[in-house]
């Protein structure tokens, strides 16, 4: 279990996180949610350990998350930052076997094994067949499936994803949220994923956490979190909340001015 306590981070003397507490479980999708600049970025910055928070503690299965190395952590936590680059002369290839980087030997020559994890996360990805294409060719949602595979090819517990569907049109999105949540499901992977799209969290998020000027507004189940007023107070945007015809999840509809 992923345990987030009392977390507070900073840029310079402005506060971002205040306060946050969270825990994430392994097999579970946790949606975060919440407007532009609630800080969601900036807790996965975190989590990943690109971002000393200013107090608080981050632990997995009682390891101190921010005590390890940058390599001990590489072995807990991928991710996929938000509108990152692939490096764009690498192969597809090459750029998922940059996920194994963790795991190499003082050599760092690829084993059999770390080969079988790059071909399993082109695959589960969709993108074995890009696989010698240059990835400053790919289309955006090509590119998103490569650096999801990268993510996945690193074979870690715990992954972040930092709006992995953002530019994407309607297939890619739902392949991408697809994959994501069998995994955790099927490899017991604790998943937390930052997207805008209400719709798509209520539909693939067991959890949601609203994110609203670096506090944690609500957590909980998608009808817990997605209601009229926590929508209203965080987004400041008239919604009513329907069931969803097909799956009975919260569905948010804009209500017309
Ligand atoms: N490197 C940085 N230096 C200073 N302020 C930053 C930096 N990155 C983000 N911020 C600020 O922190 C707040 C949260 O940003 P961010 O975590 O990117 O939000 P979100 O991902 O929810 O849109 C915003 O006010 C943003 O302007
Ligand atoms: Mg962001």
């Known amino acids: 279990m992923l345990s987030i306590q009392n977390l507070s981070l900073t840029y310079g003397s402005s506060q971002v996180l205040t306060d946050l507490s969270l825990e994430l479980r392994p097999g579970e999708v946790l949606g975060l949610i919440g407007p532009n600049g609630a800080g969601k970025s900036s807790l996965i910055r975190a989590l990943s350990g690109v971002l000393a928070p200013h107090s608080g503690h981050i632990s997995f299965n ?8 940058e390599a001990q952590r590489a072995r807990l936590v991928s991710v996929v930052p938000q509108s990152t680059q692939l490096p764009p002369a690498f192969t597809v290839y090459e750029c998922v076997a940059l996920g194994r980087t963790p795991h190499l030997n003082w050599l760092g020559t690829l084993s059999t094994a770390d080969k079988s994890k790059i071909d399993w996360a ?32 690193q074979d870690c517990p715990i992954l972040l994803l930092d709006e992995p569907t953002a530019h994407l049109d309607l297939h890619h999105q739902v392949a991408i949220l697809n994959v994501v949540r069998s995994l955790a499901r099927e490899r017991e992977l604790a998943v937390l994923v930052a997207l805008h ?20 507004q609500a957590q909980g189940t998608p009808q817990e979190v997605l209601t009229q007023d926590a929508l209203l107070r965080a987004y400041a945007v008239s919604t009513r909340i329907l069931p969803n015809p097909e799956t009975g ?3 948010v509809v804009l209500q017309d001015k």
Do not use: C, H, I, Y
Request: glycine residues 6%; proline residues 2%; positive net charge.
């Open 62 to 69: 009682r390891q101190d998350l921010l005590a390890m190395s």
């Open 122 to 153: 082109m695959q589960v990805t969709e993108s074995a067949a890009l696989k010698n294409r240059r990835a400053g060719e790919l289309s955006g949602g090509e590119q998103q499936s490569v650096l999801l595979a990268r993510a996945l090819a």
């Open 197 to 216: 799209d209400l719709n798509l969290a209520s539909l693939f998020a067991e959890r949601l956490a609203l994110l609203v000027n670096g506090r944690l």
């Open 249 to 251: 999840q919260p569905w």
